[in-house]
């Protein structure tokens, strides 16, 4: 199985020499992109939360790379009686969840813990029933480290969900856009380019590295998403700030002509842009592996 990563905005680049809408994926960027992504697929992953084989429900969960709270929230919603500890190295992120956690009164179920988990050494974070990390692990440093150490964080008989994404969403139907049809599958095979320099672990096989730090891989799941718009525009916006962070990762190593026809789709107050379309289906998915420490 092949995964890819769609997140960019810690590695956002841009080389492009011509003017372009707000082109450079950053923070604020990656926090909007994380916000609309649990929008939009927020029954995908209360549908993989569900699935998780935990037992008995936990009281103590851990969401390791938490980003903006997306795992978060669907793990409040789903064990109604557990505390979350959510970690992550970026402040800004923090602050985000910490405020949706007030707005939703979830504030005392909520902790959060500002950390580099390729750091030496991670501080305390419990002894949770539950750990889980969706599209953070492949950002590890030493990824079997990391899955050492949350063995080892883990409860006896705890369980540890890996949720991993197959690359950036697509969007746009076949032989769009019009001017330059294929432009998504181009831009698309320019950010796996990137992420294969700069992201090595993104598409790994965490079956085989799971068992090999000491868990029993309990279940592996791939769940298939294919939304199409809704009233609100939602999957609209959340195209936008995906092909941010596409051009972000892909300027580069675009033509000039691909480049311009992005911007023309990025360019919120243009004819052509992606906000404009009605023909947009989110097409992706999204895997996890369950895995127990048995010990
Ligand atoms: C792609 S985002 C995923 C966020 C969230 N888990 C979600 O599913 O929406 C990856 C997150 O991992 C965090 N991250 C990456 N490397 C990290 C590290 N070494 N220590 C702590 N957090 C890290 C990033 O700040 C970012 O919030």
Known sequence: MTHADRHTAHHGIDHGTHHAPRPVADSHDQAELLDLDAEVLAEHIAAITTWLPVGAAPQEIVDLGCGTGTGTFALLGRFPEAHVTAVDSSAEHLHRLREKARAEGVQE?????????????????????????????HH??????????????????GLFAVVE??????????????ER???????HAATDRFHAEHVSHRGADWGPMLTAAGFAVE?????????EDSPDG?????????????????????????LAALDRLLDTDGPHSVL????????????????????
């Open 109 to 137: 179920r909520v902790r959060t813990v500002q950390a580099d988990l390729d750091a030496a050494d991670w501080p305390g974070l419990g002894t949770p029933g539950l750990v889980w990390a969706s599209a953070s692990m």
């Open 140 to 157: 590890m440093a030493d990824p079997d480290r990391a899955l050492r150490r949350v063995h080892d964080l883990l409860a006896p008989g």
């Open 165 to 178: 994404l197959a690359g950036f969403p697509r969007f746009l139907p076949e032989g769009a856009p019009e």
């Open 181 to 187: 049809p294929g432009l998504e599958d181009r831009c």
């Open 219 to 227: 279940g592996e799941r791939t769940v298939a998403v294919n939304i």
């Open 234 to 258: 939602a999957v609209g916006r959340y195209a936008l700030a995906t092909l941010r962070g596409i051009r972000g990762a892909a300027a580069s190593e675009l033509p000039h002509e691909d």
């Open 276 to 295: 404009r379309r009605t023909d947009l289906v989110v097409r992706t998915e999204r895997s996890v592996w369950a895995a127990r420490r048995t010990n």
